[in-house]
Nanobody, 124 residues
Framework: QVQLVESGGGLVQAGGSLRLSCAAS????????MGWFRQAPGKEREFVAA????????RYEDSVKGRFTIARDNAKNTVYLQMNNLKPEDMAGYYC?????????????????WGQGTQVTVSS
């Protein structure tokens, strides 16, 4: 079992930055690929970024490439999402998720563990 708790969301002006954190419980964190997803009101949950279990591989949704960076610290059981140059269209609830395997995936249905989410609001 893995429990995930996100933090770091908030209100930021367009062009600003936020760093989201996701703290995981359980000794299996370092064995799992992790991902970030987001969901805006009235829209489906969408993939944002993912990272392999050891941090050597990452993948990003096209609209965030070059602006967002996913990273992990297995010693701290934490995964991060650094978000720079935020845009109003980035405004959403952001969710951390853990797979049950080492390889990363962009598919939400392949993540078995989810956090409660943290809200990111971007003012224009």
């Amino acid at each position: 079992q893995v429990q995930l708790v996100e933090s770091g969301g908030g209100l930021v002006q367009a062009g600003g930055s936020l760093r989201l954190s996701c703290a995981a419980s359980g000794r299996t964190f370092s064995s799992y690929a992790m991902g970030w997803f987001r969901q805006a009101p009235g829209k489906e949950r969408e993939f944002v970024a993912a990272i392999t279990y050891d941090g050597t591989g990452t993948r990003y949704e096209d609209s965030v490439k070059g602006r967002f960076t996913i990273a992990r610290d297995n010693a701290k059981n934490t995964v991060y999402l650094q978000m720079n140059n935020l845009k109003p269209e980035d405004m959403a609830g952001y969710y951390c998720a853990a797979t049950g395997r080492r390889a990363l995936t962009t598919r939400a249905d392949q993540y078995g563990y989810w956090g409660q989410g943290t809200q990111v609001t971007v003012s224009s």
